[in-house]
């Protein structure tokens, strides 16, 4: 068991995303870096979809109950564990009774805003509509469906045989991506790209965006040079996905994210490639990033990009597994 | 075969756990050994009264070794610093994996002897450290 001792903790459980029920109109929820995750997962050697702990306020602060390894990825938090420092990107043995503190995302070369705190044989909490991740808007997953709260304990299932404590290099400084000095996210256009003034598009690609504090895991509201419509556009709600850059009246455009509603009736301008959402999930409110633009085959290229990093960490995790374990 | 495929090869055999590697091409061979005692060892010169309790750190595998960790900007632990038995107080890095490397006891990091960025072998002298009660 894992207990919660910050007061207002707004962390949540999360796996990779709830996506067999979006015909249902279940959004995917899911970690806003998946990569984090995922890297979590693979040095405790649990299955890759095993869920952890997504903390976005901090401090946060955990109290582990038993003996486990764990493992902490995402935002460095300069966390200690019993006043000693633990690795970021890292895992770590723990004995039962002791306290694990995240302090404050630090600056360091690079920055993200969400931390991931991953067990030896994941969170076990239910399994609902195929996924163990918090969905907030139907209150199902996770923990009761809701944000984790002092006092909660969270049970963590059979460990695997072969855990390692070992650390990777992070994917913000093994898979960087800047322009003019500013972090990137690249996009393709979207189904009413065309519908917007040239100006305006041409702003869209070449002026920063800021990321405003009304920005979550629903989506994030930026703020920049806007956008406007060649003419007013009537669309229905139709089925959108995190990534999708909405732009609603104000002209100040919205990317959905991973707690989006699955359909919206706002003009698309564009949507974040999949192999960049990670990026975006991680950046911190304030943030100023830019839009590149993309085409298919470049989204697929990075996505590649993506998955042979994954693939090179599966490789050397797996291989000092099996040394572990002879 | 490069001189740099050779570093490579080495570094995989660490990450494998392989000590002996026999590689024959069309024009020539190769043979890679790890894990043979350190020719050095034993010859450390007894220099002053400190020398006798300093505890020496030796490299748990091969790997690049780094102080600082790649997303900070201080080292783990610097010349002096107090750490506890099992604290991390540098990386062995292999292509995207980072092996920590514990400090022996509760005490004093007193030097490093390898460069930051430098290959080190398994069992290579890391750290001077001073245990502490």
Not at chain 1, 30 to 50: C, I, K, S, T, Y
Not at chain 1, 175 to 190: C, I, Q, T, Y
Not at chain 1, 289 to 300: G, I, K, P, Q, S
Not at chain 2, 92 to 101: F, I, S
Request: charged fraction near 20%; include cysteine.
């Amino acid at each position: 068991m894992i207990e919660i001792l910050s007061q207002s903790a707004f962390a949540s459980v999360q796996d990779l995303g709830r996506f067999d029920a979006v015909r249902w109109g279940v959004g995917t929820a899911g970690a806003m870096d998946r990569l984090a995750l995922l890297v979590g997962n693979l040095l405790l050697g649990n299955p890759e979809d095993a869920a952890g702990v997504e903390a976005q306020v901090f401090p946060f602060e955990v109290r582990f109950e038993a003996d486990l390894t764990f493992a902490l990825t995402g935002a460095d938090c300069a966390a200690i564990l019993d006043g000693v420092p633990v690795l970021p990107w890292a895992s770590t043995a723990a004995h039962a009774g002791q306290v694990l503190r995240l302090g404050l995302p630090q600056a360091g070369r690079w920055r993200g805003a969400r931390a991931y705190l991953t067990v030896a044989g994941g969170v076990d909490v239910p399994m609902v509509l195929g996924s163990r991740s918090t969905q907030l808007r139907g209150a199902i997953g996770g923990l009761d469906g809701r944000m984790l709260r002092h006092g909660d304990r969270l049970p963590a299932g059979d460990a695997p045989a072969a855990t390692l404590v070992a650390g990777v290099v992070p994917p913000g400084l093994a898979l960087p991506l800047e322009a003019d000095g500013l972090p990137s996210v690249r996009v393709l256009p979207a189904a009413e790209y065309g519908a917007f003034t040239d100006a305006s598009l041409a702003r869209f690609w070449t002026e920063p965006w800021k990321i405003t504090p009304q920005s979550d895991r629903y989506g994030f509201r930026l703020a920049g040079a806007g956008l406007e419509l060649k003419t007013q556009l009537e669309t229905r709600s139709h089925g959108i996905v995190p990534g999708v850059i909405q732009v609603p009246h104000s002209g100040q455009p919205i990317v959905q994210m991973c707690d989006a509603q699955p359909s919206g009736g706002y003009p698309k301008v564009g949507t974040v490639i999949e192999a960049d959402l990670w990026r975006l999930g991680q950046m911190p409110i304030g943030t100023r990033f830019r839009f590149l633009r993309v085409d298919w085959e470049a989204a697929l290229a990075a996505r590649d990009a993506v998955d042979g990093w994954l693939a090179e960490v599966r490789r050397v995790a797996g291989l000092l597994r099996a040394r572990k374990a002879a | 075969m490069r001189p740099q495929d050779v570093a490579a090869l080495a570094a995989e055999m660490a990450v494998a756990g392989i000590t002996r590697l026999e590689l024959a091409g069309p024009n020539y061979t190769l043979t890679l050994g790890r894990g043979a005692a350190p020719a050095d060892q034993g010859a450390k010169s007894p220099e002053s009264e400190a020398e006798a309790d300093l505890l020496p750190v030796t490299a748990p595998a091969l790997g690049t070794f780094l102080r600082t960790h790649p997303l900070h900007e201080k080292p783990l632990a610097a010349d002096g610093d107090a750490v506890v038995a099992g604290q991390a107080i540098a990386l062995l890095r292999v292509g995207a994996l980072l092996t920590p490397v514990p400090a022996p006891a509760d005490g004093l990091v007193v030097g490093a002897l390898p460069e930051e960025g430098s290959l080190v072998g398994y069992g290579d002298r890391l750290f001077d450290f001073l245990p502490q009660d």
